[in-house]
């Protein structure tokens, strides 16, 4: 845009505001619904709604266009789409700093139900969000249709595999982390990321608000609540707890603003909002007595990756006192799994939890990103479940950029005599490494014959739970470099009621 062309539109910006002023004596804001709509963490009396308010997102401040007030959002929850039957309005108050996001957590809803929401401001309606509350804890018979992703590098492909699933219909969508990416632009992008590596409050804001403008991401967070966890690149690539990827002493402040900006883009309850440093991220959800979301954090409290990262032969790695959870969280899911009587426990993290050894030979070479490299933390998670008497354990993943499908052992010193005693699903990326391909890394799995699928193509993986079985259906993508791809199914598996692993279909 011309200076004078954009000279000339901000003399038309004010000659507008002058005619439109509200009953709060503030000029009319332009329309701050750019970033859609979202809800989660959904409960069975009530689910977080979620907007925040930006007529201009990409301003390089990071503050969408806002002024700085406070600003009333009203918002609406019905039971139909056209808001005929409304059972809960309100207003909230959009404040600066929370960069005018909104979370609304109404009460009293009925379980296992179907609601519609949307949000108001000086007369600009947001788009229409679908949510769901979950079913009392008790009720088997309502099966769920969930799909989860990771891994949506803005720059590196289109987000059609988020339109893909939003067309699924699902019930419930999980995220596993790598929601968005801190570097700056790349020449190979089909995208262009707007701002420098993000480090800054400013950087991150504006960050998330880019990715919240995508239409096929608003559409996916419009049909269904979600349950997010992160990973590393919310904050940086492969951070540990207080251990940044390469020293840096402003570590502490680019890590306190990434949550911050997490929190106020995602549609978490309040319990999640950030104090400094520090955010409850990891918590449970539970759908009915048929699945037990154990949603985990293996970022914030992890020890340092050993023998310096990558993929390694490293004794150091089995160390007992080495944890990838933190001695709480740990405690807490331990605990989790004890009092459980759901049908399904899944476990909703990031990394890879099954063994990937890529050396061939009795000598093992793992990646010490992963649940390889906190041996003895794999240990006490896979027993404690296993002690718990957890009666159908499942594990989701992200963060590799490839679909995986494995069958999880209680011993990794002697897998092939080892009792197969869960399944760990693990979805490919959105867009991250661009269009993938077809080749299949045969020594993989020659090496790891626990491992039952693997693919370099982009997707997401949609699950139906039921009381007698899971169905995990891997889609793919041909391209993502192009938009509007169609999904195929790869290949599908069912997880039978107390009989672990894959039985492919
Ligand atoms: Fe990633």
């Known amino acids: 845009m011309t200076a004078v062309t954009r000279r000339s539109l901000l003399i ?207 559409l996916a967070h419009s049909v269904a609540p979600w349950l997010v966890v992160w990973d590393d690149h919310e904050v940086e690539n492969n951070w540990a707890d207080d251990v940044p990827e390469q020293p840096d002493p402003e570590f502490p402040a680019r890590r306190a603003a990434a949550f911050q900006a997490y929190y106020e883009n995602m549609p978490l309850r309040r319990g999640a909002r950030p104090d400094g440093t520090d955010m409850q991220l990891y918590r449970r959800a539970q759908w009915g007595g048929l699945v037990n979301f154990h949603m985990l954090d293996t970022r914030q409290y992890r020890d340092d990756q050993a023998c310096g990262d990558g993929w390694k032969t490293c004794a150091d790695a089995a160390l007992p006192t080495r944890s990838i959870t933190g001695a709480a969280q740990e405690e807490w899911l331990l605990d989790g799994f004890r009092r459980s009587r759901s049908r399904w426990d899944v476990l909703g993290q990031q990394v890879f939890f099954a063994e990937r050894d890529r050396k061939d030979g009795p000598e093992k070479e793992v990646s010490m990103d992963g649940w390889d490299g906190y041996l003895a933390s794999r240990d006490r998670v896979t027993r404690g479940w296993v002690d718990a008497g957890v009666r159908n354990a499942v594990v989701l993943t992200g963060d590799v950029h490839a679909h995986y499908a494995a069958d999880v052992k209680l011993d990794w010193n002697d897998p092939a005599s080892s009792p197969t005693v869960g399944t760990e699903l693990v979805c490919t990326s959105v867009t991250s490494g661009g269009d993938g391909n077809d080749t299949v890394d045969e020594v993989q799995l020659r090496l790891n014959p626990h491992i039952k699928l693997h693919s370099r193509r982009r997707g997401y993986v949609r699950t139906k739970f039921t009381a007698r079985e899971l169905r995990a259906d891997f889609r793919t993508l041909p391209s993502v470099r192009t938009a509007g791809a169609r999904a195929t199914t790869l290949k599908s598996f069912v997880v039978e009621d107390r009989n672990p692993g894959l039985n492919p279909v």
């Not at 989660?40 to 979620?50: E, K, Q």
């Not at 979370?103 to 296992?112: A, C, K, N, T, Y």
């Not at 229409?128 to 009392?136: K, N, Q």
């Not at 219909?169 to 995208?191: F, M, W």
């Open 12 to 218: 038309g910006g004010v000659a507008g505001v002058a005619l439109a002023t509200t009953g709060t004596g503030f000029p009319k804001l332009e329309d701050p619904f750019t970033l859609g709509v979202a809800s989660g963490d959904p409960r069975p009396d009530s689910v977080v709604l979620w907007t925040r308010l930006a007529p201009r997102p990409l301003e390089e401040n990071g503050l969408g266009g806002m002024p700085d007030r406070v600003v009333p959002v009203h918002w609406e929850l019905a039971e139909d789409e056209r808001f005929q039957r409304v059972v809960r309005r309100g207003v909230r108050p959009a404040r600066p700093e929370l960069g005018h996001s909104v979370h609304v957590e109404p009460f009293g809803l009925r379980p296992g139900r179907e609601y519609y929401y949307r949000f108001r401001v000086d007369g600009h309606l947001s788009p229409v969000g679908r949510t769901r509350t979950t079913p009392e804890p008790w009720v088997l018979g309502q099966d769920l249709t969930m799909c989860f992703a990771s891994c949506a590098h803005y720059g590196e492909g289109y987000f059609t595999a988020y339109r893909r699933l939003a067309e699924d219909h699902p019930d419930l969508v999980l995220h596993l982390g790598d929601y968005q990416y801190e570097y700056a632009a790349k020449a190979a992008d089909v995208r262009t990321v707007i701002g420098p590596e993000t480090r800054t409050l400013a950087d991150y804001r504006l960050r998330h608000a880019q990715y919240k403008t995508d239409a096929d991401l608003q």
